[in-house]
Nanobody, 115 residues
């Protein structure tokens, strides 16, 4: 079982940066970031394995960086060169590294990017 609590969302102008954090009660999981914009399906943004291997959606590759600080039980998402289309509720999530299904979710943090 793992509890996840996101923070760091806010409002920023296009081209700006934000860093999201997710405090995890247990770091023995593969972790990911997802987002959901109003009226749209939730979409995967990035994920990171226990050893630090990363994957990114094409829409954020080169602009977002996912990382984890296992000592402090934190999942991070550095978001640079933000675009209005990045506006969404962002969620961190956890899964067993032996499964593709994310079963633990945070409550979300809102990111709004204005043009």
């Amino acid at each position: 079982q793992v509890q996840l609590v996101e923070s760091g969302g806010g409002s920023v102008q296009a081209g700006g940066s934000l860093r999201l954090s997710c405090a995890a009660s247990n770091t023995f999981y593969c972790l990911g970031w997802f987002r959901q914009a109003p009226g749209k399906e939730r979409e995967w943004v990035a994920d990171i394995g226990v050893s630090g291997n990363t994957n990114y959606a094409d829409s954020v590759k080169g602009r977002f960086t996912i990382s984890r600080d296992n000592a402090n039980r934190l999942l991070l998402l550095q978001m640079d060169s933000l675009k209005p289309e990045d506006t969404a509720m962002y969620y961190c999530a956890a899964r067993s590294c032996y499964s593709s299904n994310y079963i633990h979710w945070g409550q979300g943090t809102q990111v709004t990017v204005s043009s």
